[in-house]
């Protein structure tokens, strides 16, 4: 449910300098018009990519005739206003003439597919593919944060809501034509628990670490009990893609499910009840998925879905190789979407010529956190452990320093780990620390830290200087954070040395319980904190600064086990919500975890790309697949 | 009668020499392999190391994948295998190395041998320019070869790309196309160029200074004949020489080069390895390096050899 953030596939940065409402892009249509009409009739040579509609690439043919050939004004003013409208009108929502039909969307994909089999893969490739080709039980609306009905049309709980029946959609077959049954759903949860395998998928699939009980009483009925009270119910399956045992069964007997829909066996041969199959992978280059002719869904007028033909996931090496080609024209879209503050300027450019769509998508979730090993601590720097002494670096730093050097603006300072972005969850009232210096000297000189010699740096009661390293991963926005939060601190008194590793040294280290601090991001998979106990519980591998106590080592990580227990039990959401705001109290008090900043999440797509409705979670832009579509169809053949 | 023995002679001298150079590649490829493989184990962390919080899942994917045993004996397995070309399965991709590393290989030797074509066909002419006649053209292509002998190949390619995205010169990414391979290859070749360019204008003054050209030049032979004919074949020895040891930095350059400019070749899949601490599959991409650098060097030295008799293969190594 929450994932570590891998070093080659997260920078944790967004800009947001704008936001890209339809009444802003008309304003910008009609600067842009302005600006276009008069330097094309003076010197049309000088007439730049906004001569050509938005959705040609740069680099194809016809564009480079239209540069060769010096655009006419009044053709230029055709297209300029074209464009311009372009841009204000697809932004969120469908051109005119409602959803096209056919085409392709290019996408890219920062990192190769290992496999697409997404119970033993949870990369963003194989998470993205899995989205693409595969459909759940019930989904999670990544804009309204609503279940919704998927594969089970319809469902009932029993009085203490610890039993499901759900009711199968009729008529559903696989990709390859076999009928969709109860004994695929069974099959699905059989492998996902299966020991061997260990896959991710069943790890979440569990309250209080048991598994939950299934049955298939009928081939249109499956039944769930949950093995203890848990009030986000069937939330738990918007994690489970279905599987066709027909085709997966004999592998998972034989023990080699891993091995199945592997890159290089599983183009062509995976069934699925998503809206696209696989049917191509070059490696290094690109997985192409078709659309599945039998997809079940339809669209609100009766039609098929999914609109598009085609997607492609192009295989770009890392983020600036991702930024470039969508700057080029030659993808429409980031898998993982969001885009890099020293991005933002380019990409902005491009939104005012028409060439592209910006989209302000809120307050990420995920933001990064600054956390002390309070698993083991040196007896000699026993301050580690104290909460003054987290406190006192919290009033320390000036986050919005970090907002406006590192983020060029684009982040909100935040407190904890829930941010304001997580409109359901978030708390007000949980503890602030505001930059505040005299308070962190106040605080620090209260665990016996203070100035013993006059040099301006703080001492503990020995004499030793006070000093602390903090791990990160190096290269990106972290580092840079990281950094900031260093001077910061030597402002303050304390000397840190910031290491920066990459992912793998940074795990280790954190597995081994070797290190004074680590900075550094998870990523949620959900909004609802029922779904993240790992993170919350003493219990919890993912309980970073003190992870899988057998008991609570401090008495307020003791208080939080009792109430998260007591939330996701709890019947209500409005009673579920008080007892969340007290645990981020109690974490804002104690912080185990420094929150300080958030980014805002911005996405940009190309302007061809409609019906995106882009999501703060992963996959923001492709978790509604099958009602993508692109505005010029099939009359793209350079796709 | 009496010279068939020496040929006889000679020739035999040419297959022992290539065959050390046969053995003396094996070594370096072996070497290099298992340089990398070590390196990699003793880095810190492993593969497993970035599978999530829990402990029982990083637990059984060190049993599956042997990280659970000592570095000396995952070595010694590895070794045993790679005897039989089995270089062990890459962890992430659940794949044989040998067929990835061949998948990407072929893209890195077409990168690697379209950028050598393009360096020879823009250095070789340039130098012959610079090193037979001073004036403005000479000046530019010697002032060019300077400034791009100062800069990295990964700036070049940072250029070129930015350039190509800005104008749609050429597309960067997608499909496997002629149009394509023009930024990475320009990247590489570019730097190459100018050392060949170098190599070229100073090994034709020297040569247009002995005393057979000049002999050339004063019985009135024209003297385009003299250089293109007769002078530049004589400079063709150090330029030959320097081949060898310029296949070797295309493929180490090759590699940033790929990153930089999404070519799907070897750089790209290392660097993955190396993140996720892929151990086989970095050894896998060093030994195929490897192979490809003592391949350029045995090449060259057969072609110096072809083209200079005096070449004395016999103590040559």
């Not at chain 1, 601590?377 to 986050?399: G, N």
Request: hydrophobic content about 45%.
């Amino acid at each position: 449910m929450i994932a570590l953030l891998s070093s080659f596939d997260y920078d944790g940065a967004r800009q947001h300098r704008g936001i890209s409402t339809p009444g802003a892009n008309r304003l910008a249509a009609c600067r842009l018009l302005r600006q276009r009409v008069g330097p094309t009739r003076k010197n049309p040579r000088k007439s730049d990519d906004g001569d050509r509609p938005s959705n040609w690439p740069v680099s194809s043919r016809v564009a480079r005739a239209c540069r060769a050939r010096y655009v006419c004004p009044l053709f230029a003013l055709i297209l300029a206003a074209v464009s311009g409208c372009r841009s204000s009108e697809l932004s969120t929502r469908q051109g005119a003439g409602g959803p096209v039909r056919g085409g392709a969307l290019v996408a890219s994909l920062r990192s190769e597919p290992r496999t697409f089999n997404r119970y033993i893969d949870n990369s963003a490739a194989a998470d993205a593919t899995a989205a693409l080709t595969q459909a759940k039980l019930v989904r999670i609306n990544r804009k309204t944060e609503e279940l919704e009905p998927w594969l089970a049309e319809r469902w009932t709980a029993s009085p203490d809501g610890r039993t499901f029946t759900l009711t199968l959609r009729q008529g559903v077959t696989f990709s390859d034509g076999v009928p969709f049954t109860s004994a695929d759903v069974l099959f699905s949860f059989a492998a996902a628990y299966d020991p061997k395998l260990q896959s991710n998928l069943g790890s979440a699939l569990r309250v209080e670490g048991k598994p939950l009980q299934i049955a298939a009483p009928d081939p249109a009925t499956i039944v769930i009990t949950l093995p203890a009270p848990f009030t986000p119910g069937l939330r738990l399956l918007d994690n489970l893609p279905i599987i066709p045992k027909h085709q997966l069964d004999p592998a998972l007997k034989a023990g080699t499910f891993a091995d199945a829909w592997g890159v290089t066996n599983g183009p062509g041969h995976m069934a699925g009840l998503g809206p696209f199959v696989v049917s191509e992978y070059v490696p290094g280059q690109r997985v192409t998925l078709t659309r599945n002719t039998r997809y079940w869904r339809k669209d609100a007028s009766g039609g098929a879905l999914p609109y598009l033909d085609r997607v492609v996931f192009e295989i770009a090496s890392g983020q600036d190789a991702e930024v470039q080609r969508l700057e080029s024209g030659s993808i429409d879209l980031l898998t993982q979407a969001d885009i890099r503050p020293q991005d933002y300027a380019s990409l902005k450019r491009l939104r005012d010529r028409g060439a592209l769509t910006l989209i302000d998508v809120g307050t990420g979730v995920d933001p990064n956190v600054l956390w002390f090993n309070l698993a083991r601590t040196p007896p000699a720097r026993a301050y580690l452990q104290k909460s003054e002494f987290r406190q006192a670096i919290s009033y320390a730093v000036d986050r919005d320093a970090i907002v406006n050097s590192v983020y060029l603006g684009a982040a909100v300072p935040v407190y904890g780990p829930v941010t304001p972005g997580n409109r359901i969850w978030f708390s007000d009232a949980a503890p602030k620390y505001p930059h505040d210096p005299e308070r962190a000297r106040a605080l620090f000189a209260a665990i016996g830290l203070t100035d013993r010699n006059g040099d301006g740096m703080l001492e503990d009661a020995s004499g030793a200087p006070v000093r602390f390293s903090i791990l990160t991963q190096g290269g990106n926005i972290r580092a840079q954070t990281a950094t900031v939060v260093q001077e910061h601190l030597r402002q303050a008194g304390i000397t840190v040395d910031v290491v920066a590793l990459d992912f793998p040294s940074i795990a280790q280290r954190w597995q081994s319980r070797d290190y004074d601090s680590i900075y550094y991001g998870f990523q949620f998979s959900a909004m609802d904190p029922a779904m993240t106990l790992d993170y919350w519980l003493s219990s919890g591998s993912l309980h970073f600064w003190n992870p899988e106590q057998k008991t609570p080592a401090t008495p307020w990580e003791r208080r939080i086990d009792e109430l998260m227990q007591q939330q996701i039990a709890a019947p209500t959401l409005d009673e579920r919500r008080r007892l969340f705001a007290e645990v981020q109290k109690i974490f804002g008090e104690n912080l185990p975890g420094i929150y300080f900043i958030a980014p805002k999440v911005s996405i940009a797509t190309n302007p061809r790309v409609a019906g995106a409705e882009p999501a703060l979670l992963d996959p923001k832009i492709l978790w509604n697949p099958d009602t993508l579509n692109v505005t010029d169809g099939a009359a793209a053949p350079h796709r | 009668m009496a010279r068939q023995p020496r040929i006889a002679s000679r020739r035999g001298l040419f297959v022992r020499f290539l065959l050390r150079r046969a053995v003396a590649a094996v070594a370096l490829v072996f070497v290099v392999a298992s340089g990398s493989l070590l390196l990699a184990q003793i880095a810190p962390g492993d593969y497993a190391a970035q599978l999530g919080g829990d402990p029982a899942v990083r637990a059984a994917e060190r049993a599956r994948l042997g990280l659970d045993r000592p570095a000396a004996e995952q070595y010694a397995s590895w070794l045993r295998r790679s005897l039989t070309l089995d270089l062990g399965d890459s962890f992430q991709y659940r794949r044989p190395v040998r067929t990835l590393v061949g998948e990407r290989a072929a893209n890195t030797a077409l990168l690697a041998a379209m950028a050598l074509v393009l360096a020879t066909a823009i250095g070789i002419p340039c130098g012959v320019v610079t090193g037979s006649r001073g004036g403005f053209l000479a000046s530019v292509i010697r002032t060019a070869s300077l400034v791009l002998l100062s800069v990295p190949p990964l700036i070049t390619s940072l250029v070129l790309v930015t350039i190509a995205v800005r104008t749609g010169l050429a597309p960067i990414g997608g499909r496997m196309s002629a149009s394509r391979l023009i930024v990475p290859a320009l990247a590489l070749a570019l730097p190459l160029a100018a050392t060949l360019e170098r190599l070229q204008s100073q090994a034709l003054r020297d040569a247009l200074h002995r005393p057979n050209m000049i002999a050339a030049l004063a019985r009135g032979v024209p003297k385009s004949r003299v250089i293109w004919r007769h002078a530049w074949r004589l400079s063709l020895g150090p330029i030959l020489a320097i081949y060898g040891v310029m296949i070797g930095s295309l493929f180490s350059g090759s590699f940033a080069v790929e990153i930089v400019t999404s070519w799907p070749g070897l750089g790209e899949l290392m660097r993955q390895a190396l993140m996720s601490r892929d151990t086989y599959l970095v050894a896998g991409c060093a030994a195929a390096g490897a192979l490809f650098l003592a391949a350029g060097v045995l090449i060259a030295d057969v072609l110096h050899a072809a083209i200079d008799p005096r070449i004395d293969t016999e103590r040559t190594t």
